[in-house]
């Protein structure tokens, strides 16, 4: 947490340095409580749509997550694959799915204040193991930003 703050205090601007010195996160209960980056990244998504087997976001690429050049990190578009391609797969009450693999083709760039339209779909499940595929697209150009498949593992149920 301390490596984070002195991150963000090394680069915020005069200005935010009174923020950034405010910034207060207690430790998080894994799998229970949002982490830092976790909200760091997520802050902002949208949900519009929500069927068995697929999910629908729209999210505004925030200043905080960009480059000097103002392109959205690749860091952050593998965090939205990530979190994108478990949610779709989770089921309420039960531990998170535990990622294997993640594979992104990144294809083009997102810049500050774009608008991004996230779909995240259920390729397939075989017993614990789930296929997830999440594809990111710039809403006002159709152009296709990222495109990522995530595979996942359920913890099998405990027979006690």
Same mark, same amino acid.
């Given at each position: ?5 002195e991150?963000?205090e ?7 340095l ?5 910034? !207060? ?41 960009t ?8 860091g ?16 309420? =009450?039960?531990?998170m ?11 083009? !760039?997102?810049?500050? =204040? ?19 595929n999440v594809?990111?697209r710039n ?5 296709v ?16």
């Open positions: 947490m301390e490596k984070a703050k991150f963000l090394k680069f915020a601007t005069i200005e935010g009174d923020l950034v010195s405010r910034l !207060n996160f207690p430790p998080h209960k894994p799998h229970i409580d949002s982490s830092f980056y976790e909200y760091f990244v997520l802050r902002g998504i949208r949900v519009d749509r929500v069927q068995p087997g697929s999910i629908a976001c729209s999210f505004k690429v925030p200043h905080r997550l480059n000097k050049d103002g392109n959205l990190v690749p952050a578009i593998a965090t939205l694959v990530d979190e994108l391609g478990a949610a779709v797969i989770h089921v309420e =009450g039960q531990p799915d535990v990622s294997i693999d993640m594979s992104i083709n990144y294809l083009s !760039n997102a810049k500050m =204040g774009d608008e991004l339209e996230i779909t995240s779909r259920v390729l397939g499940r075989k017993g614990n193991y789930s296929g997830t594809l990111i809403k006002a150009n159709g152009e930003v990222a495109e990522g498949r995530h595979s996942l593992f359920s913890k099998p149920a405990s027979k006690m």
